[in-house]
């Protein structure tokens, strides 16, 4: 019987078979889990560590090690240690201590790929910025990786890009080398210790649920701090940046290329709030923002030690920005202890703008720049500079002028691209060398204008004078200047208009050559009160001038030249490159020409020095205590001023000028006197011992002067008095006058022992040949040697002649062969005498004279007749018979009748009685001889009765009369009377 098979349970069936199976599942997940430990712990960390230096090799050319790689597959995390590369240099590249990554598993099940820690601790890398501005990593992977075509792209490749999320990312004890070759000089920075927070970061799109990261960086004792929040989808952060302590170094190497000046010292903190968002339009605004600038120092070059600019602080505090809508806000800046040193080259060149010299102009065109979008706009809250200083060296004048301003103070109100927008300032400097300067307004930008209240006090001029002296020969010794008034300048339309009001006022003023050991100008005070000028058109006007102890010493040089005409430098000649002015250039216009009026000018206490150095002895003389006013001076017409004048010459005389002044520079009319009384005239002994050949013992000097002045022309009276002038020693004079001036003078002194004369001259003021004193004094000279060398002219001017001339008193005339005056002998006696007794020095020499043709003629004459016995009264027959008996008898080879005939020949019709017997008369008395004492008889008796009549007649002392032996050649006047010629004499 066959068995029969045994029963079971479909259920128990069921059940074993589940139980088999999960048997199996259990040992083929746990030999998978074996093969996941096998693969993760052992597998991968072995072919990671061959793998990643390969790929380094292969892709980058670096030769890298790495100690350890530590792979938790369960932790789904991945731990390398001691990473070291070089590249192909054999220079390390990159390194670090340990790297620590973990993935989130639970995230990967959504999509996500989510590192939950990212570690790296004491990481290295190095940085290189190549010449043509590469990188070295760049650089490597290129030289490693040829450009090929790019793979295509298949269907089922997403265009999304993968989802990736940051839990946690920590960086510690980071070290960065940053080369930078891009610059002449290479440097390099070393970054440590760099650390990194970063928590929280998505790709895509979250609400509310911003990373934040922290980022620390410092090079030595220059820092870098940067928190706040980032997101990637959109991409948006914000958070607070600070760098501190940049030093000058750091600074210097990046901004070298576009900085003129070398940066030598100096520190840089900047800080901000920021925030930064991408979308249709970058957005870029920050807020809170600080800049600090401590210790600043900027040098011209390299080479050189002085500095340029050194600052202890600037501060720009509130800074904001926007960049949409393109604004820049700063609030109150502030610079403390600012030095600058400015310094201008012989050529006139700033050595501020040096670095700019020969520097073409590649500014952007400010028509293009808004082109594209709204301007910019910008506001500064205000500026304070406090505690400034600047040095000013300019070595354009010679000597060099050196000039310190410090204890500057300056305060700017709130400052805008709205340039017309009116600016509130003030400002205060003080001067090493003495002054202060105070100055506060408001100020548009543009158009430029300026309105400020200025005061100016104790400015010491002395620290000027090498501009002074580079356009002239002076030398400011000492000089303080004080200034108070309101300034208003305004460039709205050209050209700049503007006005100045207020007072002035020099004080202590020492000009004097730069030769010169005494003063050329100098002054106690002047006042200028009101003053106001104006720009356009130029005007000036003074209220009052009050001028106090003025002092001005000019000196004619032996040389001949004025210590004045020394003021002004010789002109340089012209370049080349300057062009000579177009001689058909219009003058200024009417509208153009510069106005001034002076309301009045008041002189107190004056003085003026005058020495001759080309005399010898010296010539000095020096009028003071001159006071007085000047009155209504105007350029503008029509302007009448006048002017009054007192003071002292020479210690002694005194001087008054008064008068009235026309418009000046016009041809209106200024009449002027000037009257001296009592001048001593032996202080200008040296000046009249030079034209006249004598020293002046004793004697005063009194001028009054009439000058009537039209434009540039003088017509000038000018009346001379010279009392009780007495002639010293005679003094060699190569310039003497050639003439007896003694007897000149006196000639031109009256009974009381005064000269007074008028010299009236005339000429123009602009001929630089023409000089009213040398004028006065050549006249004056010509005067006295015309009345030495025509005594009886100008004896004959000062008496009172009727009919007579000058020249007709010199000499009477006498009846030939006769002691008997012409008609006019006795009226030009009395004159004479009337004259003499007018000039008690003069004395009058009587010579006695004949003229051996006419008073022999006449002696031999009156002789034949005597011989012949022929009377007065005998008639014509008788005389002519007498004159033909004695030719027959006198003996003569030409008979009688021939005589007669060759007489009978000269004349028209033969000869008739009377020109026969003048005939007889003139053959006959060439036989007649005078004896020798006849004609010394009749010169001498002809004196005398000169003598006689002026003493007995006319009562001319003794004293003044002087006979001198006779002569024998005397002239005949125009009636053929023989003249008996008078000299004059001084005592």
């Not at 700063?330 to 060149?349: C, M, Q, S, T």
């Not at 004048?397 to 400052?415: F, H, K, M, S, W």
């Not at 400015?459 to 200047?481: K, P, V």
């Not at 008788?878 to 021939?898: H, N, V």
Request: proline share 6%; hydrophobic share 40%; with cysteine.
């Amino acid at each position: 019987m066959s068995k029969r098979a045994p029963w079971r349970c479909p259920l128990l069936s069921q059940v074993q078979e589940t139980q088999v199976l999960a048997r199996k599942l259990s040992l083929i997940a746990l030999i998978l889990l074996v093969l996941y430990a096998l693969a993760g712990f052992i597998i991968l960390p072995w072919w990671l560590a061959r793998a990643v230096p390969d790929r380094l090799d292969q892709h980058m050319g670096w030769q890298a090690t790495i100690e350890k790689i530590e792979v938790n597959p369960f932790a789904m995390s991945i731990q390398a240690t001691g990473l070291s590369a070089n590249d192909s240099g054999g220079e390390p590249v990159l390194a670090f201590d340990r790297l620590y990554v973990n993935l989130g598993v639970l995230r990967l099940a959504t999509g996500i790929v989510a590192l939950q820690n990212f570690e790296l601790d004491e990481p290295f890398a190095r940085l290189d910025l190549r010449e043509d501005y590469s990188v070295n990593f760049a650089r490597d992977w290129q030289a490693n990786n040829p450009a090929g075509e790019p793979a295509p792209k298949t269907d089922d490749q997403s265009s999304d890009p993968a989802k990736l999320f940051l839990d946690r990312l920590r960086i510690a004890g980071g070290e960065v080398l940053f080369r930078d070759f891009s610059q002449s000089e290479p440097e390099e920075f070393q970054i440590t210790p760099l650390d990194l927070a970063l928590d929280d970061l998505a790709t895509w799109p979250r609400d509310g649920s911003d990373s934040s990261y922290y980022l620390l960086a410092a090079i030595g004792s220059q820092t870098v701090e940067w928190e706040g929040d980032l997101s990637i989808a959109p991409f948006y952060s914000n958070g607070f940046i600070r760098v501190a302590d940049v030093n000058h170094s750091t600074l210097s190497h990046f901004l070298k290329p576009y900085l003129p000046y070398t940066l030598r010292d100096g520190n840089l903190t900047i800080s901000t709030n920021y925030e930064l968002r991408s979308g249709e339009q970058f957005a870029l605004s920050t807020s809170g923002g600080d800049l600090t600038v401590t210790d600043l120092a900027l040098g011209l070059n390299p080479d050189s030690e002085a500095s340029l600019l050194e600052t202890q602080r600037i501060q720009l505090p509130g800074i904001s920005f926007g960049l949409i809508n393109r604004e820049l806000a700063v609030g109150n800046v502030v610079i403390d202890g600012a030095r600058l040193d400015l310094e201008r080259d012989e050529d006139g060149l700033l050595n501020l703008l040096r670095p700019f010299q020969g520097d073409e102009d590649t500014a952007e065109n400010p028509s293009q720049a808004g082109e594209t979008g709204s301007p910019f706009r910008w506001s500064v809250a205000g500026v304070a500079l406090n505690d400034g200083q600047v040095n000013w060296r300019d070595r354009q004048p010679e000597p060099a002028v050196d000039l310190t301003v410090e204890e500057l103070n300056l305060t700017l109100g709130r400052l805008s691209h709205e340039l017309g927008e009116p600016v509130d300032y003030e400002a205060a400097l003080a001067l090493a060398d003495g002054g202060q300067f105070n100055l506060r307004g408001q100020t548009t930008l543009q158009p430029f204008t300026l309105e400020a209240g200025l005061g100016l006090t104790g400015l010491n001029l002395a620290q000027l004078d090498g501009y002074l002296g580079d356009a002239t020969n002076l030398t400011l010794r000492e000089g303080l200047l004080n200034l108070d008034g309101n300034l208003d300048l305004d460039n709205q339309q050209e050209p700049m208009t503007g006005t100045f009001s207020g007072n002035g006022q020099v004080s202590s003023l020492d000009l004097r050559l730069a030769d010169s050991d005494s003063p050329v100008l100098a002054w106690q005070n002047l006042r200028l009160e009101p003053l106001e000028y104006n720009l356009a058109p130029a005007r000036l006007e003074i209220g009052t001038l009050t001028l106090s102890s003025p002092n001005v010493n000019v000196v004619r040089e032996a040389d001949g030249l004025h210590n004045l005409a020394r003021i002004l430098s010789a002109d340089p000649a012209p370049s080349a490159a300057e062009e000579p002015p177009e001689a058909d250039a219009e003058p200024a216009s009417e509208s153009e020409a510069f106005i001034f009026r002076i309301g009045q000018i008041m002189l107190e206490s004056g003085e003026v020095s005058y020495a001759d150095r080309t005399l010898e002895p010296v010539f000095s003389t020096r009028i003071d205590r001159l006071n007085g006013s000047v009155t209504g001076l105007s350029n503008v017409p029509p302007q009448q001023g006048k002017v009054s004048m007192q003071g002292r010459v020479g210690d002694v005389a005194s001087l008054m000028f008064d008068g009235s002044i026309g418009t000046l520079g016009s041809e209106d009319v200024s009449n002027l006197t000037l009257k001296v009384d009592g001048v001593s005239l032996p202080a200008l002994s040296p000046y009249l011992g030079r034209y006249l050949g004598y020293g002046v013992q004793s004697g005063k000097l009194n001028l009054d002067l009439d000058y009537e002045i039209a434009g540039s022309r003088i017509d000038a009276a000018n009346r001379i008095r010279l009392d009780r002038m007495e002639l010293g020693d005679a003094i060699a004079s190569e310039q003497a006058v050639n003439a007896p001036v003694k007897l000149g003078l006196a000639l031109l002194r009256d009974r009381k022992g005064v000269i007074d004369i008028d010299l009236p001259i005339e000429g123009d003021l602009a001929d630089p040949q023409f000089s009213v004193g040398p004028v006065i004094m050549r006249t004056f000279v010509n005067l006295v040697a015309r009345a030495a060398t025509s005594p009886f002219s100008v004896l004959g001017s000062l008496a009172d002649m009727t009919g007579l001339t000058g020249e007709e008193l010199g000499y009477v005339s006498f009846d030939p062969g006769r002691v008997d005056m012409v008609s006019d002998g006795m009226e030009k006696l009395e004159v004479l005498s009337g004259a003499l007794e007018k000039r008690p020095d003069l004395l009058l020499k009587v010579r006695g004279a004949v003229s051996p043709e006419v008073d022999g003629e006449f002696l031999r004459r009156q002789r034949l007749a005597e011989q012949l016995g022929i009377s007065q009264t005998a008639s014509a027959t008788d005389r002519i018979a007498r004159l033909e008996s004695r030719y027959q008898d006198a003996g003569f080879e030409q008979p009688l009748a021939s005589y007669r005939q060759e007489v009978a020949t000269t004349g028209a019709g033969g000869p008739d009685d009377q020109a026969w017997e003048k005939a007889l008369v003139d053959r006959l008395i060439s036989r007649v001889v005078l004896p020798p004492e006849v004609l010394s008889n009749l010169a001498r008796s002809r004196g005398v009765l000169l003598t006689q009549t002026l003493q007995e007649e006319f009562d001319v002392p003794e004293s003044q009369l002087f006979l001198l032996e006779p002569l024998q050649d005397a002239g005949q006047d125009d009636r053929g009377a023989v003249k008996v010629n008078f000299e004059l004499e001084a005592r």
